[in-house]
Nanobody, 118 residues
Framework: DVELVESGGGSVQPVGSLRLSCVIS?????RGWFRQVSGQEREAVAA????????WYADSAKGRFNISQDNIKNTIHLSMNDLRPEDTGMYYC??????????????WGQGTQVTVSS
């Protein structure tokens, strides 16, 4: 019964930037972003605890992406810089009570498409 609404995607050239947003109806302790490429499994990109004390990034995102949150608006963000064609995909957010269950429980939102091409 968790509602997730993603936004902020678009089409950009390499080294461009985007900022994704996700409104989450649940107060579960772990939130994060996943990317799915057509025909491939959904993979975790970044995660954050609701307290803000813990963050996690996929190797491909380290140094380029930053996950943050606005708990007043119950929203998480993913700031993406120095974008590469391999960052292309449908981005989804997720929420879960624990890190291990993040992306493995509940339903997904509609997602927001990110396309990086020259």
């Amino acid at each position: 019964d968790v509602e997730l609404v993603e936004s902020g995607g678009g089409s950009v050239q390499p080294v461009g930037s985007l900022r994704l947003s996700c409104v989450i109806s649940s107060g579960w302790g772990w939130r994060g972003w996943f990317r799915q490429v057509s025909g491939q499994e959904r993979e975790a990109v970044a995660a954050i605890t609701i307290s803000g004390s813990g963050t996690w990034y996929a190797d491909s995102a380290k140094g380029r992406f930053n996950i943050s949150q606005d708990n007043i608006k119950n929203t998480i963000h993913l700031s993406m810089n120095d974008l590469r064609p391999e960052d292309t995909g449908m981005y989804y957010c997720a929420a879960a009570p624990t890190a291990v269950t993040l992306g493995r429980v509940g339903d997904w939102g509609q997602g927001t498409q990110v396309t990086v091409s020259s």
